[in-house]
C-alpha cells in the first residue's frame, strides 16, 4: 500500500520545547499522522502531561529531560534517542525563551547570552548532532531526514530591545540554508517555519482573547491571533516524505500580517 506524503509511519521526531505552545502543536501535527516522538524540555510535570496527550494518538512518546543550553546534554539525549527508538527522522528545533527587554540598553552581556544560549547555539547543537544521525544511517543506505526550526517575524523585522532575539533568530536561519546545501546529498532537508502572533499560554490561557491577543488580531489580515494547531500541518508536511525536495526555505505563517503596510487603512 503507498503511503501518503503526511504518513509519517515508522519515522522518529525529537521536538524541543515540545511540551507546550507551539513545540506541542508540532508534535501534535506529528503523533497525528502516524510519528513516534521524543520531546525535550525541563519540566518534567508538564512533560508528563504532554506525553500522556501524545500517548492518545497511537504512537510511541518519549519525554527526555534536556536543557538545551548544554551541548553536553544534547549529545548524551541524542544517544539515548538512538538506543530507545533506532532512529531519528526528524528534529524540530523550537525550544528558546521570550525576549524580555525594552531597549537596546537594557540589553546586559547576561540577558544577550542568556537568550542566545538556548535559541541560537542550543538550537545549533540541536540541529547538527540531529543531523549527524540522519548522516551516519544515509551512508548506511538509509537517506532522508528533516531538520526544522522555529523562527520568527524578526528575522525580517525590527522591534526595540529584541535584537538579542531578532539575532538568533536571524542567524538560525542563516544556519539553516548553510545545512540544506551541505546536506542535501544525503536527502536532508532544512528549513525554517516563521510563525506571527500565536496565542500561548505565555500570552494568557483560555479561549477568551486577552488585550495583546485582540491587538495582534486588529494588525493581521487573517484578523485572529494564531493558534498552537496552525502549525501541526506545517510539522506533518516537513517531517514527512511529501516535503522531499523541499529544503533552505524561510516558511511564514502569520495570518498575512507581515505584507500588511502601515499605510494600508488610508
Not at 542563516?174 to 505565555?202: D, F, Q
Not at 506545517?234 to 503596510?261: K, N, Q, R, W
Request: include cysteine; proline fraction near 5%.
Amino acid at each position: 500500500m503507498t503511503k501518503g506524503p503526511f504518513d509519517l509511519t515508522g519515522k522518529v521526531a525529537v521536538v524541543t520545547g515540545g511540551n507546550g505552545g507551539l513545540g506541542l502543536g508540532f508534535a501534535r501535527g506529528i503523533a497525528k499522522h502516524g510519528g513516534n516522538l521524543e520531546i525535550w524540555a525541563r519540566s518534567t510535570e508538564k512533560s508528563a502531561k504532554a506525553k500522556a496527550e501524545l500517548e492518545s494518538y497511537g504512537v510511541r512518546v518519549i519525554a527526555r529531560e534536556v536543557d538545551v543550553a548544554s551541548e553536553e546534554q544534547i549529545i548524551a539525549a541524542f544517544e539515548a534517542t538512538i538506543r530507545d527508538l533506532g532512529r531519528v527522522d526528524c528534529v524540530v528545533a523550537n525550544a528558546g525563551p521570550p525576549p524580555t527587554a525594552n531597549s537596546t540598553f537594557e540589553l546586559t552581556s547576561k540577558v544577550w547570552h542568556d537568550l542566545l544560549d538556548v535559541s541560537l547555539h542550543g538550537a545549533f547543537y540541536t540541529l547538527r548532532e540531529g543531523a549527524r544521525h540522519m548522516v551516519d544511517r544515509a551512508e548506511a543506505g538509509d537517506p532522508g531526514g528533516s531538520l526544522i526550526y522555529c523562527g520568527s517575524l524578526m528575522m525580517f523585522q525590527g522591534v526595540p530591545g529584541k535584537g538579542n532575539y531578532g539575532a538568533a533568530k536571524a542567524g538560525m536561519g542563516a544556519v539553516i540554508r548553510s545545512m540544506a546545501v551541505e546536506l542535501g546529498k544525503y536527502g536532508i532537508r532544512a528549513n525554517t517555519v516563521a510563525p506571527g502572533y500565536i496565542k500561548t499560554e505565555m500570552t494568557g490561557s483560555g479561549k477568551e482573547w486577552s488585550d495583546i491577543d485582540k491587538f495582534f488580531a486588529s494588525k493581521t489580515p487573517i484578523p485572529r491571533p494564531g493558534l498552537p494547531e496552525d502549525f501541526e500541518a506545517i510539522a506533518a508536511y516537513l517531517c514527512g516524505d511529501g516535503s522531499s525536495f523541499h529544503t533552505g526555505d524561510t516558511i511564514v505563517i502569520d495570518g498575512g500580517s507581515v505584507i500588511l503596510p502601515a499605510y494600508a487603512g488610508f
